[in-house]
């Protein structure tokens, strides 16, 4: 049986669900206003499906993941292909956990487009089964990897119902200083979702279109016994080359809106092979991202905050405060476990020390702390209502740079997973 053909059909089902999920909630929360019959047996309904798609979804996502896991020998956790898809379907578990105890559709709106945002992105780096490394032939790999995984996913729950909170009670037409700094602030985190969505969007575009281009990059090292070490390498990008690598030749590049040439080359200090590579993909997330915005505004003619304000109308933001913090005291003691614990003891095994200031260790502390913090000024200082959910917005920003930006742009230890 090829049970890699099996995982791949499932991972695209489970997609394809999360997105249909995502649409009957939208139904059940905007869609009761065009509903001319009874509207909370309309919202009821809608939040049903969606909730059911959902289960689905998450199901098919199950299959994907022990299919994988059974054709490819190993737990499917070693690459950021592997972690980001465990990584969503762990969060749609956090996410039916916390439905089934508060029953609010408007949460499924938001989480649930987070998870299709989540797997999407894992979708941008190569899918095949690689062989582990001997560090992560290990059985901590499984018991570190989930557990970190797990907590960050309630983290994600949190962050998403926090974010509804402060669209909720947000004052869009206030003018005093202090409601103007929450309304930029809001908006600057809708416009930072909307740059991983402008990633997405070039990355698959590019793709698509066949786009590539190809460097030769010549780097000069110097070893223990202090000899210069050159080396040449060779550097492929599948978006249009901005920034070339430094120090580097180009071997072909596909004309792109008359673009013969890379308009400048990466600085020196960007170490790495990958390193201008990186940078180029970042300026065009923020390129697409500032298009995506710029189309949406033009449409929308004002903040799109403001625009998704008058829609939620009629939530209790008491609800939305206190389902973002028993979110969050469920996966801190998680995080805990497996970020730091179980992470400190393979550490051990692999690299024969706990702790070694690798940049994914200093990032996983600093989120450990940052929660921490949160708990300690929820519980001790009263923090509550907006202080709380900027808190746990901010909380998973620094999660998000943990995962995607020590993975992908700072090396060491774990850049493995950024391959």
Known sequence: MNWLSISSNAF???????????IGFCIAIG?????????????????????????????????????????GGHIPTSNMYEFMTFLGMAIMFAFIVVYLIYRTALLGAFATPLVVIIIAYASVFPSEVQPLIPALNSIWLKVHVT????????????FAAALVQLLRVVDFSSKEKSAVRQQRGVEWVLIFIIVIIGFLVS????RAGGYSAEFRQENFEIDQQGQ????????KYDLPPIVAPYNSETVHMTSFLGMEQPLFEAPSWMNGVNAGRKLNTVIWSIISGAI?????????????????????DGIDPEDLDEISYRAIAIGFPVFTLGALIFAMIWAQIAWSRFWG??????????????????????????????KSAWLAVIGFIVVLFTLIGVNLVIAGLHSYAGV
């Open 12 to 22: 695209i089902i489970a997609f394809f669900l999360y997105c249909f999920s995502f």
């Open 31 to 71: 869609g009761r206003r065009w509903s001319n019959r009874d509207v909370e047996a309309h919202k009821k309904r809608w939040a049903r499906i969606g909730f059911v798609l959902a289960i689905l979804g998450w199901v098919s996502h199950l299959v994907f993941f022990f299919t994988r896991w059974k054709g």
């Open 147 to 158: 557990t970190a995984a797990a907590g960050e996913a309630f983290f994600a729950v949190s």
């Open 203 to 206: 990355v698959f575009g590019f």
């Open 228 to 235: 210069e070490l050159d080396s040449v390498q060779s550097v």
């Open 292 to 312: 995506l915005y710029g189309i949406a505004r033009l449409i929308a003619r004002k903040p799109l905050a403001a625009v998704i304000h008058p829609h939620l």
């Open 357 to 386: 200031w690798d940049p994914k260790e200093v990032w996983a502390l600093i989120t450990w702390l940052f929660y921490s913090a949160y708990l300690h000024l929820r519980l001790s200082r009263g923090w509550q209502g907006t």
